[in-house]
Nanobody
């Protein structure tokens, strides 16, 4: 059974940094499946933050996508040896406050990823990120 566990959230001041981790198990992590980070603020819909494609090798780096509000501030990476993806968040703003979720897209498209939440099949429980002004 596929398991997803997010960690690394917390309370930071504006301009601070956090690194979120998404530890997975129960599936072939390097089997070409995209992984995404999403967030949901109180009273708002869950939105895509970033994603990374499934194919990642020394000769073919994984592709990644970022939502406009986080471009240039967030960076996503995957560690195939540890079945984990990371989201490095820098220059955090109060509007980044939300519960952050990691999800796995089981479609067999190893070279692309999407920020559309409906394409993701498995979700973690989320980790809270709070940015104070």
């Amino acid at each position: 059974q596929l398991h997803i566990v997010e960690s690394g959230g917390g309370l930071v001041h504006t301009g601070g940094s956090l690194r979120l981790s998404c530890a997975t198990s129960g599936f072939t992590f390097d089997g070409g499946y995209a992984i995404g980070w999403f967030r949901q603020a109180p009273g708002k819909d869950r939105e895509g933050v970033s994603c990374i494609s499934g194919r990642d090798s020394p000769s073919h780096y994984a592709a990644s996508e970022y939502a406009g509000p986080v471009k240039g501030r967030f960076a996503m990476s995957r560690d195939n040896a540890n079945n984990t993806v990371y989201l490095q968040m820098n220059s955090l703003k109060p509007e980044d406050t939300a519960v952050y979720y990691c999800a796995v897209d089981m479609r067999p498209f190893p070279d692309v990823c999407t920020l559309t939440k409906g394409h993701y099949d498995f979700w973690g429980q989320g980790t809270q990120v709070t940015v104070s002004s």
